[in-house]
């Protein structure tokens, strides 16, 4: 069974810290997304890599930052968490060239910030 | 500008009530992939549908069906007699180039016993 599997699926920290969201495929993807959720926004792109130690910036990339050491595992970065990044933060991975793009997703991340 | 609008935030029905939910795009790309993705309560996104730009045939899977217009940059989703399972939010999207991929705002279904 193909999966996505998300480190942490709820976490509270405080404004200032650093914090690590972690990713994880075993389909042997090329490409690998970090996506943030809100209410009445849907889901926004914050970074996507489609090779590993490649990053291109999404459309919020503001406050974040990604690393992809191995192909498998994409990591999202606050380096100093606000309020304003409190949300629900969703991993998807695609085949490379698949000009059809289906994302596979994990569960989701529910990340607070006080 | 490539968008997705989902104009419909919230959506009530009874079970068995037939729903459609919208979706409006607006890409200058002559190539592109439209898609729908069903959120439910556990929170991880699952693939419904994807639909290239170059067909415009109506599809059927049991009891969901979608209609893509291309004349009205429209492709909608319709769920025939409905069931309290089909309760979740609804991604529609619009895949251009290789690599990105455009959400709507999402489409929060409730289907009451």
């Known amino acids: 069974d193909v999966k996505v599997t998300q480190s942490s699926r709820y976490l509270v920290k405080r404004t200032g810290e650093k914090v690590f969201l972690e990713c994880v495929q075993d389909?042997?993807?090329?490409?690998m997304f970090w996506y943030r959720q809100d209410p009445g926004l849907g889901l926004r792109l914050i970074y996507f890599?489609?090779?590993?130690?490649?990053?291109e910036k999404g459309d919020i990339p503001e406050g974040y930052s990604v690393s992809r050491e191995k192909k498998e595992r994409f990591s999202l970065i606050l380096e100093s968490a606000s309020t304003n990044q409190t949300s629900m933060y969703l991993c998807?991975?695609?085949?490379?060239?698949?000009?059809?793009?289906?994302?596979?997703f994990g569960e989701g991340s529910r990340l607070t910030v006080l | 500008a490539q968008k997705v609008t989902q104009a419909q935030t919230e959506i009530s029905v009874v079970e068995k009530e037939d729903v459609t939910l919208d979706c409006v795009y607006e890409?200058?790309?002559?190539?592109?992939?439209l898609f729908w993705y069903k959120q439910p309560p556990s929170g991880e996104l699952v693939f419904l549908i994807r639909?290239?730009?170059?067909?415009?045939q109506n599809e059927i899977s049991g009891r969901y069906s979608w209609n893509f217009q291309k004349s009205t940059s429209s492709f909608n989703f319709t769920i025939t007699a409905s069931q309290v399972v089909d309760s979740a939010v609804y991604f529609c999207?619009?895949?251009?180039?290789?690599?990105?991929?455009?959400f709507g705002a999402g489409t929060r279904l409730t289907v009451k016993p």
């Open positions: 890409t200058r790309d002559t190539t592109y992939y």
């Open positions: 639909r290239n730009s170059f067909d415009e």
């Open positions: 998807a991975s695609s085949l490379a060239g698949s000009l059809t793009g289906e994302l596979f």
């Open positions: 999207a619009l895949h251009y180039n290789n690599n990105d991929m455009r």
């Open positions: 890599s489609y090779d590993v130690k490649m990053k």
């Open positions: 389909m042997d993807h090329e490409n």
